[in-house]
C-alpha cells in the first residue's frame, strides 16, 4: 500500500499550470521595466550632450506607471494563479494580487521613486555619472520594489526583493574614484547578500515543511504540519524574518545605514531610506501576516522586542550627531529612519496579538514617512549644492538665505517629530500607539512613547538652527545660489511639501488605512 504525506496532493487534485495573465494588473511593474531597457539601449545611441534626455524619459516612465494605478483602484485583480480542480490543496492559488496593500505600496513606492528621479536629474549631469547605467539602476530597482507587494508566493517575494536590491548596490558606489561611495557599497552589498542567503535558507526549510511557495497555502499548511516536521518549519520562519530585518535595517541588522547613507549620492540616500524600508517591510508584512500566522506566538514577540531596541537604538544615536561633522545631517537622517524603523515595527508585531488589520497603522505611517523624510533629503540636495560637506551648522541661518526651503524643512522636521502644524506625524504616531494599546503590548507603548520625547530633542534642535542669526554675510551668496538651483530639484520640495501640507490638512487620506483591512478575507 502507499502511503502519501498528508500535505501531498495526488494527481486528482493537483491544480492546474493555467497560467492567466492580466496586463492592467501587472502594468505598474512591466512599463517600468519596459523604459528602464528603453534607456540602457537609448544610452547606446543617444550622443553625450543628449544624455540628460534619458533623465527626463525615466521621470516620464515612472509618472506613466504611478497613473496606471488609477484603473486598478478597486483592489480586486490577481493573476499568474494557478486553478484548482479539487478540494483542499486544490484552491485557487496567485502569484500576482492587485489588492489595496500592493496599490498603496506601489503609490508609495513609485511616487517615491519619482522624486527620487526628479533630484537625480541634476546631481547625474553634475557629478558627470554615467547617465544611461544610473537611470536603469534606478528604474530596474523600483520595478523590483513595484513588484514585491503584489507577490504572493516565496519565489516571486525574493526575485523582486533582489530585483529592489541588486542594482542599489551599484547605485551607492556609482560615484567613482569616491572612497566613501565605494565602502559604502560594499557595505550594503555584504548586508544585503547575507539577509539574501538566511531568507533563501529559510524559505527552502518552509518549502520542504508545507510543499508549497504561495502564501495562502503555506499558512493553510502550517497549521497542519506533522510533529516531525514542526522543528523544520519553525526554524524556517524564524530565518525568513531574520533575512527580512536585514532589509528593514532593524536592530541588530542596522550597522550598514549610516556609513551607506553617508557615501552614497544624496538621491540615492533618500531613495533608500524610503523605498529601500518599504521594500523591507512589506515583505515582512507578507510573510507574517498571510503566510505565518500559524507561529504568530514566535515572530509577534520577537518583532516587539526588535521594535523597542530599533526605536530606542536610533533615537540614541540620533542624539550624538555633532553640529560640525561632516556628513552631520546626513547621518542623523539615517538614524533618525533607523528609529522611525521600529515605530513601522510595532503595528506589524501587533498584528500577531490583535489581527491582520493593524497592519494598516504600518502603512498609514509609511505614507507619512515617505513625503516628509523625502522632502527632508530634497532640501538636503539643495543646501548641499552650496555647502557640499553636509554639516548640521551648515543649516544655521537658512531661513535668511532661503526663507522657503527653511520653512519646508522645518515643517518636514516637525512632522517627523509628530508636533503641530505637522498634524500628519501627529496623527500618524497616535494611530501607530494605539495599535500597541488595542493588542495588550502596554509596555511597548511605553517605549515608543519615550522615545517619541527623546525624539524631539534633535529633531527640534535642527529646526531651531535654520532660524538663528547666520555666520557671517550670507546675503549675497543666499541670493546668488537661490538664482542657480535647478527647477527639478525645487519642483521635488514643492512635491514633497504640497504632499505633506495636504496629509497635515486631510489626514483623513491616508490615516484611513489605519481603520479598515487592506488584504481580502
Not at 548586508?191 to 504561495?214: D, E, I, K, N, P
Not at 522543528?231 to 556609513?259: C, Q, S
Not at 531596541?309 to 556628513?327: C, E, I, K, V, W
Amino acid at each position: 500500500m502507499t502511503v502519501l504525506h498528508p500535505l501531498v496532493s495526488t494527481a486528482a487534485d493537483a491544480p492546474s499550470l493555467v497560467q492567466s495573465v492580466d496586463w492592467l494588473a501587472i502594468a505598474p511593474v512591466v512599463i517600468t521595466a519596459a523604459v528602464a531597457l528603453a534607456v540602457l539601449v537609448a544610452d547606446l545611441f543617444v550622443p553625450e550632450h543628449r544624455k540628460p534626455l534619458l533623465g527626463w524619459i525615466s521621470v516620464a516612465g515612472l509618472a506613466a506607471a504611478t497613473a496606471t494605478l488609477l484603473p486598478l483602484r478597486a483592489g480586486d485583480r490577481t493573476t499568474f494563479c494557478l486553478t484548482g480542480t479539487g478540494t483542499g490543496t486544490g484552491a485557487d492559488a496567485c502569484s500576482y494580487a492587485a489588492d489595496h496593500f500592493a496599490l498603496v505600496v506601489q503609490f508609495l513606492v513609485l511616487g517615491g521613486a519619482l522624486v527620487t528621479a526628479l533630484l537625480s536629474v541634476t546631481t547625474v549631469r553634475e557629478a558627470r555619472m554615467p547617465a544611461g547605467e544610473y537611470w536603469f539602476l534606478l528604474l530596474s530597482s523600483a520595478a523590483g520594489a513595484a513588484l514585491l507587494p503584489a507577490s504572493r508566493d516565496l519565489a516571486t517575494l525574493i526575485v523582486a526583493l533582489e530585483v529592489a536590491s541588486l542594482p542599489a548596490f551599484a547605485l551607492v558606489g556609482m560615484r567613482r574614484g569616491d572612497r566613501l561611495s565605494s565602502e559604502a557599497a560594499l557595505k550594503f552589498f555584504l548586508s544585503s547578500v547575507t539577509a539574501t542567503a538566511v531568507s533563501l535558507m529559510g524559505v527552502s526549510f518552509v518549502y520542504a515543511a508545507t510543499g508549497s511557495l504561495h502564501l495562502t497555502q503555506i499558512a493553510e499548511r502550517l497549521e497542519h504540519v506533522p510533529g516531525q516536521l514542526d522543528t523544520l518549519a519553525m526554524a524556517g520562519v524564524a530565518l525568513t524574518l531574520v533575512g527580512f530585518a536585514f532589509k528593514t535595517a532593524a536592530v541588530p541588522f542596522h550597522f550598514w545605514v549610516p556609513d551607506t547613507y553617508v557615501g552614497a549620492p544624496l538621491p540615492v540616500a533618500g531613495y533608500l531610506s524610503v523605498i529601500g524600508k518599504a521594500v523591507g517591510f512589506t515583505g515582512l508584512i507578507l510573510v507574517t501576516v498571510i503566510a505565518f500566522p500559524a507561529y504568530s506566538d514566535i515572530w509577534g514577540p520577537a518583532l516587539a522586542v526588535l521594535a523597542a531596541l530599533t526605536m530606542t537604538l536610533g533615537n540614541a544615536a540620533a542624539l550624538r550627531q555633532s553640529a560640525d561633522r561632516p556628513g552631520g545631517a546626513v547621518r542623523l537622517l539615517a538614524w533618525s529612519s533607523v528609529g522611525q524603523a521600529g515605530y513601522l515595527l510595532v503595528p506589524i508585531a501587533a498584528a500577531a496579538y490583535a489581527g491582520r488589520d493593524q497592519i494598516g497603522s504600518t502603512v498609514a505611517y509609511a505614507l507619512m514617512y515617505a513625503a516628509v523624510n523625502l522632502g527632508a533629503f530634497a532640501v538636503a540636495a539643495l543646501v548641499a549644492r552650496t555647502k557640499p560637506l553636509h554639516r548640521l551648522a551648515d543649516y544655521r541661518g537658512l531661513y535668511a538665505e532661503r526663507p522657503l526651503a527653511a520653512l519646508a524643512l522645518a515643517f518636514f522636521l516637525l512632522c517627523l517629530a509628530g508636533l503641530p502644524p505637522g498634524i500628519i506625524g501627529l496623527f500618524a504616531k497616535v494611530t501607530v500607539f494605539r495599535s500597541a494599546v488595542d493588542a495588550g503590548l502596554g509596555w511597548l507603548a511605553v517605549v515608543m512613547a519615550v522615545n517619541v520625547v527623546v525624539a524631539l530633542y534633535y529633531y527640534l534642535r535642527w529646526t531651531a538652527l535654520l532660524f538663528r542669526t547666520p555666520e557671517g554675510d550670507a546675503g549675497e551668496e543666499g541670493a546668488r545660489a537661490r538664482t542657480k538651483t535647478p527647477w527639478p530639484v525645487t519642483a521635488a520640495v514643492v512635491l514633497t511639501a504640497a504632499t505633506a501640507l495636504v496629509l497635515s490638512g486631510a489626514p483623513q487620506l491616508v490615516l484611513r488605512f489605519a481603520t479598515g483591512s487592506l488584504f481580502p478575507l
